[in-house]
């Protein structure tokens, strides 16, 4: 083959080839990944709105928003030293809209805290 025949002389010159392929399959062939769902993410920014007046929630998690959420949900029953912010506002006849709305999605845990400080700032309650 032409590939042999050119190895061979760059041989004789002391000198190495290297082949590459510019066809490769996957330039003509492309599989897509279904996008996760909302509530599947993680490494987020999120923000929970009240049903009964204009407060909301802004925290960042790194697992997956469905754990967080379910946290949040399960922590009314425990002692009220160990409440947070959600149930305590719960607690004084409030309901959360769990349908909870993705502000930012950042893997780098520095960033995330750096942007969950700007969001809850510009939060206006």
């Given at each position: 083959s032409a590939s042999k025949q050119f190895r061979?002389?760059?041989?004789?010159?002391?000198?190495?080839?290297?082949?590459v392929v510019l066809n490769k399959l996957n330039r003509f062939?492309?599989?897509?990944?279904?996008?996760?769902?909302t509530e599947n993410r993680s490494n987020v920014i999120y923000k929970?709105?009240?049903k009964n007046c204009a407060a909301s929630y802004v925290e960042?998690?790194?697992?997956?928003?469905?754990?967080?959420i379910k946290v949040?949900?399960?922590?009314?029953?425990?002692?009220?030293?160990?409440?947070s912010v959600i149930s305590q506002h719960r607690?004084?006849?409030?309901?959360?809209?769990?349908?909870?709305?993705?502000?930012?999605?950042?893997?780098?845990?520095?960033?995330?805290i750096i942007l969950e400080m700007i969001h809850i700032t510009r939060q206006k309650n």
């Open positions: 061979n002389i760059a041989a004789n010159l002391n000198k190495s080839l290297a082949f062939i492309k599989t897509y990944k279904d996008p996760l769902p929970i709105c009240c960042q998690t790194n697992r997956q928003l469905t754990t967080t949040h949900k399960s922590n009314i029953n425990k002692p009220f030293e160990s409440l607690l004084k006849g409030h309901e959360f809209k769990w349908n909870e709305k993705i502000l930012d999605i950042v893997s780098s845990y520095l960033r995330r």
